[in-house]
C-alpha cells in the first residue's frame, strides 16, 4: 500500500508538470482569448515557439509569404529593417532573405501520426464528447456522475473500436491503478515527457479539462466530475489495447541553434518597431494630462466605452458630433460578478478569467408591465421551440411533423438566405412591440435585495455592500484620473449581435468572459447613483456635481448602435438624453460608413444590420483582428488621430496618481488581458490549422461546447480563417506581437515592473513586443523598454550607418538551419 501511495503522488506530480504547457480552453459560449502558449511564457519568445512546434506541430512565425506583403507595401520601413537586420550581423539584402525564408519554408515537413495513434485519438474524441456534454445530446453517455475514468470503463467492452476487455473487471479499478500499470514498463525519468506528449496530442479536449477542473464553482464539473489524471488514464488504456506508441516519439528534439535568434523573428521585430514609429508619431507629445485639451468647459456628457479596439472607431465618430468625451476602462467597469440574465438559464462570470466573481448580481424585473408582456411572449416562444424540438426528435412523429411543416421551414429558409434585409426588419419590428430583456429587468445590486434562502443558497455574496460598492466607484475613477463630471454619464459595455455563428462570444466582451458587458455597466450606473455611495466618494477627494445622472448603455459591434439604459433618468435631464440620442445615431452611421468603406451613411446601416441578421454570414465582424497596441494615458494623446481600430484605450492621469496604484492595477491586469488577446490573434493567424480552427465552413459544434472540423476529433481552440483572413493566403489581421505605451513617468513604471516578475517576463521574453514610456516629466521624451529593467531613448536609437552586430543575442542567418 505504501508503495502505491508512493507512486501515486509521483504520478499525480508528473501529471502537474506535463500540464504545465497545456494551456486553458473555455467552452464556446463564455469563449475566451488567450495565448494558447501560456505555458510557454517563462522562456524567450523564440525558444518557446520552437519548443512549441516541437509538442504541437504549429508554426511560430508568419509565412514569408505574409512578410513579402508587408515588406512590398511599406509596412516594414526599410531603414529599421536594416537596422535590426545589422544589429544581429546580417548585411545581405532583404530580397535575399525573403527568398531564404520562402526555401525554408518549402523544406518545413509535418510528421504525419501512425495508424494506431489516429485511433487513439478518434476513439478518445468520441468518448470525450460524450462525457463532456453541456446539455446537447438526446441520450447521454450513462454513469457520469462516477467520473470520467468510471463511465469509460464501465462502457469499454461495448466498444467495437478497442478490442480487449470482456468485462469491466478485466480493467484497473481507479484512474491511478490504470497510470501506474502503463507507465511501471517506464522510467520514472520519462513520465513526464510521456504525459506531456499525450495530453498535447489532444491540446482542446486537454485544455478544456484543464479550464473545467480550474473552475471551483462549474456545475458540469461537479456533477460529472473529469481530471487529467483521469483523462490520461482512459488514454494510455486505450493506447494499451491498440498497441500504440506510449512513449510518443517528440520529433528530433531542439537543435542548438534554438538558442540564437530566428531570421523570421528579425523581419517580426523590424514589422513591430516600424507600427510603434507611425504610433508614436501620431500621440500628441504636447500633453501633460487631461487638463490640457479642450477650452475648459464642461462636457455635455461623458462616456465610458471597454478599452475593446472596436471602442476607437465609435469613439472617434462620437466625439465629433459635439463637446463629448470619452473614455476607456475594462469593459467589467471593474466588478467582479456572477450574472444571472433575465430569463438565463445560468450564472455566467462577467469579469476576466485572472480576476475571480466576489460577488453574485441576478436581474430582478424593475417594471411590473413591461416583464409581464416580456413574459407573455416569451413564455409563447418557448412553448413553440420545445414542442417544435419533442416532434423533430421524437421517432414517431418526425416523419409526419417534416411532411407538414417542411413548406413552412423552407419557406422561413429562403427568406432568411435570400433576403436577410427584410428578416432583419422584421425582427427590429417585434423589438418595437415586445420589451426586451433589459427594459423587462435590471440587476438587483443592493445586498438587501436578496432574502435570507438567496443568501444561504450560494457561495458568493448576493449583491453588494455599501463598503464594496464604495470600493467599485473610487477604484473607476482613480483608474480613469477623473476630476470632473457632466451631467450625463454614460458606461458603455459592449455586445455583438450575429446569426449562425457558434463564435458569437468570442466578438462580446473578453473582459467579461466573453459575455456582453451591459450588465456591468448597469451595475457600476447603479453604484455612482447611489446618494450613500457619492457622500462617501467626497470623503476621498470625489466630488460628483449634484446634477450628474449615470446611466448605462451597450454598444453592438456589429451595427455600432448603442443602446441606453435610461429607466433612471429624471426628467430634468431628458433634453440631454434626447441630444445625446441623436448625436450616437449620427456617430453610428459615420462609424458604419469608415467600417464598411462606404460613402452612403444610410447604406452602410442597413449593410452592417443585414451582416447581423444574414445565417450564411461567415465574417459579421472582425471582432478584435489587426488589434497591435494599448495606449495607456488621456485620451489627448491620440484624440483627433485615426489609430484604424488597432489600439486599445484605456484612460489614465499619471498626475492624480502620485503614488502609482492606478497604473500598477492597468499594468498588472488590463495589459495582460490584452496580451493574452494579441497573441490568441497572433498564434491563430500564423497557423490557424493548429492554434485556430480552420474553415467554418466545415466546422460542427459538439456538446454545446466547442467546435470540431468534420465529425470528430479534437475540440480546436482558436479562432476560426474567417475572422482572421481573407482567404487563405491573406491575412486581414496583421500578425504582430503587442506594442504597448504608457503616459506616465519612467521611474513608476520600472517600479512595477521591479514589484511584478510575472509582467516583467511577458517583456524580458518577448511576449509583449515593445513597452514605450512617454515621460510627461521629461518633456513627453520616449523611452523603450531595453530589457532587465533598463531603458533606451528614443532620441538615441541607433541608426542604420552605425549598427553594430551584438555580442549578446547571436542570430540563426537561415531558418533552414533551424
Same mark, same amino acid.
Given at each position: 500500500?505504501?508503495?502505491?501511495?508512493?507512486?501515486?503522488?509521483?504520478?499525480?506530480?508528473?501529471?502537474?508538470?506535463?500540464?504545465?504547457?497545456?494551456?486553458?480552453?473555455?467552452?464556446?459560449?463564455?469563449?475566451?482569448?488567450?495565448?494558447?502558449?501560456?505555458?510557454?511564457? *517563462?522562456?524567450?519568445?523564440?525558444?518557446?515557439?520552437?519548443?512549441?512546434?516541437?509538442?504541437?506541430?504549429?508554426?511560430?512565425?508568419?509565412?514569408?509569404?505574409?512578410?513579402?506583403?508587408?515588406?512590398?507595401?511599406?509596412?516594414?520601413?526599410?531603414?529599421?529593417? /536594416?537596422?535590426? =537586420?545589422?544589429?544581429?550581423?546580417?548585411?545581405?539584402?532583404?530580397?535575399?532573405?525573403?527568398?531564404?525564408?520562402?526555401?525554408?519554408?518549402?523544406?518545413?515537413?509535418?510528421?504525419?501520426?501512425?495508424?494506431?495513434?489516429?485511433?487513439?485519438?478518434?476513439?478518445?474524441?468520441?468518448?470525450?464528447?460524450?462525457?463532456?456534454?453541456?446539455? %446537447?445530446?438526446?441520450?447521454?453517455?450513462?454513469?457520469?456522475?462516477?467520473?470520467?475514468?468510471?463511465?469509460?470503463?464501465?462502457?469499454?467492452?461495448?466498444?467495437?473500436?478497442?478490442?480487449?476487455?470482456?468485462?469491466?473487471?478485466?480493467?484497473?479499478?481507479?484512474?491511478?491503478?490504470?497510470?501506474?500499470?502503463?507507465?511501471?514498463?517506464?522510467?520514472?525519468?520519462?513520465?513526464?515527457? #510521456?504525459?506531456?506528449?499525450?495530453?498535447?496530442?489532444?491540446?482542446?479536449?486537454?485544455?478544456?479539462?484543464?479550464?473545467?477542473?480550474?473552475?471551483?464553482?462549474?456545475?458540469?464539473?461537479?456533477?460529472?466530475?473529469?481530471?487529467?489524471?483521469?483523462?490520461?488514464?482512459?488514454? +494510455?488504456?486505450?493506447?494499451?489495447?491498440?498497441?500504440?506508441? #506510449?512513449?510518443?516519439?517528440?520529433?528530433?528534439?531542439?537543435?542548438?541553434?534554438?538558442?540564437?535568434?530566428?531570421?523570421?523573428?528579425?523581419?517580426?521585430?523590424?514589422?513591430?518597431?516600424?507600427?510603434?514609429?507611425?504610433?508614436?508619431?501620431?500621440?500628441?507629445?504636447?500633453?501633460?494630462?487631461?487638463?490640457?485639451?479642450?477650452?475648459?468647459?464642461?462636457?455635455?456628457?461623458?462616456? !465610458?466605452?471597454?478599452?475593446?479596439?472596436?471602442?476607437?472607431?465609435?469613439?472617434? $465618430?462620437?466625439?465629433?458630433?459635439?463637446?463629448?468625451?470619452?473614455?476607456?476602462?475594462?469593459?467589467?467597469?471593474?466588478?467582479?460578478?456572477?450574472? /444571472?440574465?433575465?430569463?438565463?438559464?445560468?450564472?455566467?462570470?462577467?469579469?476576466?478569467? #485572472?480576476?475571480?466573481?466576489?460577488?453574485?448580481?441576478?436581474?430582478?424585473?424593475?417594471?411590473?408591465?413591461?416583464?409581464?408582456?416580456?413574459?407573455?411572449?416569451?413564455?409563447?416562444?418557448?412553448?413553440?421551440?420545445?414542442?417544435?424540438?419533442?416532434?423533430?426528435?421524437?421517432?414517431?412523429?418526425?416523419?409526419?411533423?417534416?411532411?407538414?411543416?417542411?413548406?413552412?421551414?423552407?419557406?422561413?429558409?429562403?427568406?432568411?438566405?435570400?433576403?436577410?434585409?427584410?428578416?432583419?426588419?422584421?425582427?427590429?419590428?417585434?423589438?418595437?412591440?415586445?420589451?426586451?430583456?433589459?427594459?423587462?429587468?435590471?440587476?438587483?445590486?443592493?445586498?438587501?435585495?436578496?432574502?435570507?434562502? *438567496?443568501?444561504?443558497?450560494?457561495?458568493?455574496?448576493?449583491?453588494?455592500?455599501?463598503?464594496?460598492?464604495?470600493?467599485?466607484?473610487?477604484?473607476?475613477?482613480?483608474?480613469?484620473?477623473?476630476?470632473?463630471?457632466? /451631467? =450625463?454619464?454614460?458606461?458603455?459595455?459592449?455586445?455583438?449581435?450575429?446569426?449562425?455563428?457558434?463564435?458569437?462570444?468570442?466578438?462580446?466582451?473578453?473582459?467579461?468572459?466573453?459575455?456582453?458587458?451591459?450588465?456591468?455597466?448597469?451595475?457600476?450606473?447603479?453604484?455612482?447613483?447611489?446618494?450613500?455611495?457619492?457622500?462617501?466618494?467626497?470623503?476621498?477627494?470625489?466630488?460628483?456635481?449634484?446634477?450628474?445622472?449615470?446611466?448605462?448603455?451597450? $454598444?453592438?459591434?456589429?451595427?455600432?448602435? #448603442?443602446?441606453?439604459?435610461?429607466?433612471?433618468?429624471?426628467?430634468?435631464?431628458?433634453?440631454?438624453?434626447?441630444?445625446?440620442?441623436?448625436?450616437?445615431?449620427?456617430?453610428?452611421?459615420?462609424?458604419?460608413?469608415?467600417?464598411?468603406?462606404?460613402?452612403?451613411?444610410?447604406?452602410?446601416?442597413?449593410? !452592417?444590420?443585414?451582416?447581423?441578421?444574414?445565417?450564411?454570414?461567415?465574417?459579421?465582424?472582425?471582432? +478584435?483582428?489587426?488589434?497591435?497596441?494599448?495606449?495607456?494615458?488621456? /485620451?489627448?494623446?491620440?484624440?483627433?488621430?485615426?489609430?484604424?481600430?488597432?489600439?486599445?484605450?484605456?484612460?489614465?492621469?499619471?498626475?492624480?496618481?502620485?503614488?502609482?496604484?492606478?497604473?500598477?492595477?492597468?499594468?498588472?491586469?488590463?495589459?495582460?488581458?490584452?496580451?493574452?488577446?494579441?497573441? %490568441?490573434?497572433?498564434?491563430?493567424?500564423?497557423?490557424?490549422?493548429?492554434?485556430?480552427?480552420?474553415?467554418?465552413?466545415?466546422?460542427?459544434?459538439?456538446?454545446?461546447?466547442?467546435?470540431?472540423?468534420?465529425?470528430?476529433?479534437?475540440?480546436?481552440?482558436?479562432?476560426?480563417? %474567417?475572422?482572421?483572413?481573407?482567404?487563405?493566403?491573406?491575412?486581414?489581421? %496583421?500578425? @504582430?506581437? @503587442?506594442?504597448?505605451?504608457?503616459?506616465?513617468?519612467?521611474?513608476?513604471?520600472?517600479?512595477?515592473?521591479?514589484?511584478?516578475?510575472?509582467?516583467?517576463?511577458?517583456?524580458?521574453?518577448?511576449?509583449?513586443?515593445? +513597452?514605450?514610456?512617454?515621460?510627461?516629466?521629461?518633456?513627453?521624451?520616449?523611452?523603450?523598454?531595453?530589457? *532587465?529593467?533598463?531603458?533606451?531613448?528614443?532620441?538615441?536609437?541607433?541608426?542604420?550607418?552605425?549598427?553594430?552586430?551584438?555580442?549578446?543575442?547571436?542570430?540563426?542567418?537561415?531558418?533552414?538551419?533551424?
Amino acid at each position: 500500500m505504501t508503495r502505491n501511495t508512493d507512486d501515486a503522488r509521483r504520478i499525480e506530480a508528473s501529471i502537474d508538470s506535463a500540464a504545465e504547457r497545456i494551456g486553458s480552453v473555455w467552452p464556446l459560449h463564455s469563449f475566451v482569448t488567450a495565448n494558447p502558449l501560456s505555458g510557454f511564457e *517563462d522562456e524567450p519568445f523564440h525558444r518557446a515557439v520552437a519548443e512549441a512546434e516541437e509538442l504541437f506541430g504549429g508554426r511560430g512565425y508568419p509565412h514569408p509569404s505574409v512578410f513579402r506583403r508587408a515588406w512590398e507595401s511599406g509596412r516594414i520601413d526599410a531603414d529599421t529593417l /536594416r537596422a535590426e =537586420l545589422a544589429a544581429h550581423g546580417i548585411d545581405r539584402d532583404p530580397e535575399t532573405l525573403l527568398e531564404e525564408m520562402a526555401d525554408a519554408e518549402a523544406e518545413r515537413t509535418a510528421a504525419d501520426p501512425d495508424d494506431a495513434t489516429e485511433t487513439v485519438d478518434r476513439v478518445l474524441s468520441k468518448w470525450l464528447a460524450a462525457f463532456l456534454d453541456e446539455g %446537447q445530446a438526446k441520450w447521454p453517455m450513462p454513469n457520469r456522475e462516477a467520473g470520467f475514468y468510471q463511465a469509460w470503463r464501465a462502457v469499454a467492452p461495448h466498444d467495437g473500436d478497442v478490442p480487449g476487455p470482456a468485462d469491466a473487471d478485466d480493467l484497473p479499478e481507479t484512474a491511478i491503478e490504470a497510470l501506474e500499470s502503463v507507465l511501471g514498463d517506464y522510467p520514472e525519468g520519462r513520465w513526464v515527457e #510521456i504525459l506531456e506528449a499525450h495530453l498535447a496530442a489532444l491540446p482542446g479536449w486537454s485544455g478544456f479539462i484543464t479550464q473545467r477542473t480550474d473552475d471551483a464553482v462549474d456545475p458540469w464539473q461537479e456533477q460529472y466530475p473529469i481530471t487529467l489524471a483521469q483523462y490520461l488514464a482512459v488514454r +494510455l488504456t486505450i493506447t494499451d489495447l491498440l498497441d500504440a506508441p #506510449i512513449d510518443l516519439d517528440a520529433g528530433d528534439g531542439i537543435d542548438a541553434d534554438a538558442d540564437e535568434v530566428p531570421l523570421p523573428e528579425i523581419w517580426l521585430t523590424a514589422w513591430e518597431k516600424s507600427y510603434r514609429e507611425r504610433l508614436l508619431d501620431g500621440i500628441d507629445d504636447a500633453v501633460t494630462g487631461p487638463e490640457a485639451a479642450g477650452d475648459g468647459g464642461r462636457p455635455a456628457a461623458q462616456l !465610458v466605452f471597454c478599452i475593446d479596439t472596436r471602442s476607437e472607431v465609435i469613439r472617434r $465618430h462620437v466625439e465629433t458630433q459635439g463637446p463629448y468625451e470619452t473614455h476607456g476602462y475594462a469593459g467589467f467597469f471593474g466588478v467582479p460578478m456572477r450574472h /444571472r440574465g433575465y430569463e438565463a438559464a445560468a450564472d455566467t462570470d462577467a469579469c476576466p478569467p #485572472i480576476v475571480e466573481p466576489e460577488h453574485r448580481i441576478v436581474d430582478r424585473p424593475a417594471d411590473a408591465e413591461s416583464a409581464a408582456a416580456r413574459d407573455r411572449w416569451t413564455g409563447l416562444a418557448t412553448a413553440a421551440r420545445k414542442h417544435f424540438k419533442t416532434l423533430k426528435s421524437n421517432l414517431v412523429a418526425a416523419f409526419t411533423f417534416v411532411e407538414g411543416a417542411g413548406s413552412a421551414y423552407g419557406s422561413a429558409m429562403a427568406a432568411r438566405t435570400l433576403s436577410p434585409s427584410t428578416i432583419a426588419t422584421l425582427e427590429s419590428a417585434i423589438a418595437e412591440r415586445v420589451p426586451s430583456r433589459h427594459e423587462a429587468a435590471a440587476p438587483a445590486v443592493d445586498y438587501d435585495a436578496y432574502d435570507d434562502h *438567496d443568501h444561504a443558497d450560494h457561495a458568493l455574496p448576493q449583491g453588494m455592500s455599501h463598503e464594496a460598492k464604495v470600493e467599485y466607484a473610487r477604484n473607476a475613477f482613480e483608474l480613469m484620473g477623473w476630476t470632473e463630471f457632466a /451631467r =450625463l454619464v454614460v458606461f458603455t459595455g459592449h455586445a455583438s449581435e450575429t446569426t449562425n455563428n457558434p463564435f458569437g462570444s468570442s466578438l462580446d466582451c473578453g473582459a467579461c468572459a466573453g459575455n456582453p458587458g451591459g450588465p456591468n455597466a448597469r451595475v457600476l450606473a447603479a453604484i455612482c447613483n447611489d446618494p450613500d455611495v457619492k457622500a462617501a466618494l467626497r470623503e476621498h477627494g470625489i466630488d460628483i456635481p449634484e446634477d450628474t445622472v449615470f446611466l448605462a448603455g451597450e $454598444h453592438n459591434t456589429t451595427t455600432d448602435e #448603442i443602446t441606453l439604459f435610461d429607466d433612471d433618468v429624471p426628467e430634468s435631464h431628458r433634453e440631454d438624453l434626447a441630444s445625446l440620442r441623436e448625436d450616437l445615431a449620427r456617430a453610428r452611421a459615420e462609424a458604419a460608413a469608415e467600417r464598411t468603406a462606404s460613402a452612403d451613411d444610410e447604406a452602410a446601416v442597413d449593410e !452592417v444590420e443585414r451582416k447581423a441578421a444574414d445565417w450564411a454570414e461567415t465574417r459579421p465582424e472582425w471582432g +478584435l483582428a489587426g488589434n497591435a497596441s494599448f495606449v495607456i494615458g488621456p /485620451r489627448e494623446l491620440t484624440a483627433d488621430r485615426d489609430l484604424d481600430g488597432r489600439a486599445f484605450l484605456h484612460s489614465y492621469d499619471w498626475s492624480v496618481d502620485p503614488d502609482g496604484d492606478a497604473l500598477e492595477a492597468i499594468v498588472t491586469g488590463p495589459l495582460v488581458v490584452t496580451q493574452w488577446i494579441n497573441n %490568441q490573434y497572433y498564434f491563430a493567424t500564423v497557423d490557424n490549422g493548429v492554434y485556430g480552427s480552420g474553415s467554418k465552413v466545415t466546422q460542427n459544434p459538439v456538446g454545446n461546447v466547442g467546435v470540431v472540423q468534420g465529425n470528430g476529433g479534437d475540440l480546436l481552440t482558436g479562432l476560426p480563417l %474567417q475572422s482572421l483572413k481573407l482567404d487563405d493566403e491573406r491575412p486581414f489581421h %496583421q500578425p @504582430l506581437r @503587442l506594442t504597448a505605451v504608457i503616459h506616465a513617468p519612467r521611474e513608476r513604471v520600472t517600479e512595477i515592473l521591479r514589484d511584478h516578475e510575472d509582467v516583467r517576463e511577458l517583456l524580458d521574453n518577448g511576449w509583449i513586443g515593445d +513597452l514605450t514610456v512617454v515621460d510627461p516629466e521629461r518633456d513627453n521624451e520616449s523611452f523603450h523598454y531595453a530589457g *532587465d529593467l533598463e531603458w533606451a531613448s528614443h532620441r538615441e536609437e541607433v541608426t542604420p550607418e552605425a549598427a553594430t552586430p551584438t555580442e549578446t543575442t547571436p542570430v540563426a542567418e537561415s531558418t533552414a538551419d533551424d
